[in-house]
């Protein structure tokens, strides 16, 4: 069997659909010996050991040029004619594809449904190219695999598409989240500064993520004499200029700390040495920094919003995202109550280890069997 994965999200520096991708592929020899797997359009070494059957099928010159645009993937399907013979092709980064379906059958992953759910906080090209063609895409999929309960949700209720048509596959954290000791947690505070006890959020700055209400509920956690600072990890993206003009606004330039973008060796370091991890936003199609935290023992508080409640479960504290005292109040109660912090801890431990890698990776095999055997694959017509 000839299974064509769609590895370009590896060309780009890694965000969570390049870990799913790697994860992924990376264990495809294990579960599929009689399959050959190949990486169409991937221009760099595999980034682990991936096995022999894992082939490279690099960027054609002329389309590597265009890589970058959304031209790259309305032209894939026609320039990967040429690689006779494929039984499945699988798209992992959910964009539409225009497919002449007289091919092998067809996967696509949908992570999430931003770009149509909050049109305003994306470019309007990302938002038209997926409003024309995805309908199209998802429509003739043989299969739609989706993070989460939540997005199966928003997919047939956006797309009119079968509820039998979409399987939910949750993520996982790497298995480098985990609790470190002591002297990792000191390695990590000297390398970023961090001399208070501080409160956490790891992700963008998209104003999908809420930040301005997280730095709100800080300020009265400040106001109510707390000595922590609010450490903020992640790249800059969407209006992060008014997330700056916000901390100055209430002076709070030397509490809240910005780190960037900080590496994910790192960030288990991070995660282990916070009081509390907070993630507010507004719509996560997974939400991987929540089960991330939970990992590393870390308290968690989340937004009671899409995908979020399915990650977090009994083991963190749900909150409106829209209530800026509700965030304030749960943070209070976890930095108070060491036995509240605790539970938390122990809870989310424990809840972590109910998603798994090899289960994601089993599981899309499986269906990846089921589909072959016509068991499973349909399209509409």
């Known amino acids: 069997m000839r299974i064509g994965i769609i590895a370009e999200p590896l060309n780009q520096p890694f965000t969570g659909i390049a870990t799913y991708t790697s994860n992924l592929i990376q264990d495809h020899r294990n579960e599929n010996e ?3 797997v190949f990486l169409i359009n991937y221009e760099n070494n595999f980034p682990r ?7 490279v099928m690099p960027y054609n010159s002329f389309f590597k040029k265009i890589s970058k645009s959304y031209l790259w993937y309305l032209t894939l399907p026609f320039r990967i004619r040429k690689y006779k013979d494929f039984d499945l092709i699988h798209c992992l980064a959910q964009y539409p594809l225009v497919i002449p379906f007289n091919r092998p059958r067809y996967i696509i992953t949908v992570h999430d449904l931003i770009q149509l759910l909050s049109p305003k906080e994306v470019p309007l090209g990302s938002y038209l190219i997926r409003r ?9 999929a043989d299969c739609i695999i989706t993070d989460a309960n939540s997005t199966k949700r928003d997919i047939i209720e956006l797309f009119n598409i079968p509820d039998t048509k979409i399987e939910v596959i949750p993520l996982a954290a790497d298995e480098k989240f985990y609790p470190r000791d002591d002297e990792h947690i000191r390695t990590i505070r000297s390398r970023y500064g961090l001399v208070n006890p501080f409160i956490l959020y790891v992700g963008s700055m998209e104003p999908r ?13 400040k106001q109510k004499g707390y000595p922590h600072d609010l450490v903020i990890a992640g790249k800059k993206s969407g209006k992060y200029k008014s997330i700056y003009n916000l901390i100055d606004s209430l002076n709070l330039s030397r509490e809240v700390k910005l780190l960037g973008y900080v590496p994910d060796d790192d960030l288990p370091g991070l995660y282990s040495a916070a009081e509390v991890f907070v993630y507010p936003s507004f719509y996560e199609g997974f939400g991987l920094p929540p089960l991330e935290a939970m990992s590393c023992g870390c308290p968690v508080i989340a ?5 979020l409640p399915e990650v977090v479960g009994d083991a963190g504290i749900l909150v409106n995202p829209r209530s800026v005292s509700e965030i304030s109040n749960a943070i209070s109660n976890v930095l108070e109550d060491r036995v509240l912090r605790e539970k938390l801890k122990n809870r989310g431990l424990i809840r972590a280890q109910t998603f798994c890698w090899e289960k994601c990776i089993t599981s899309t095999n499986r269906l990846y069997r089921d589909i072959l055997s016509n068991d499973k694959g349909f399209r509409e017509g």
């Open 209 to 221: 993520k809420n930040i301005p209400s997280l730095i709100r509920a800080f300020l009265s956690i």
């Open 49 to 55: 050991e991936a096995g022999q059957n894992v082939i």
């Open 132 to 140: 024309i063609f995805l309908p199209h895409t998802l429509k003739q």
């Open 303 to 307: 937004a009671n919003t899409s995908s």
């Open 34 to 36: 009689n399959y050959d």
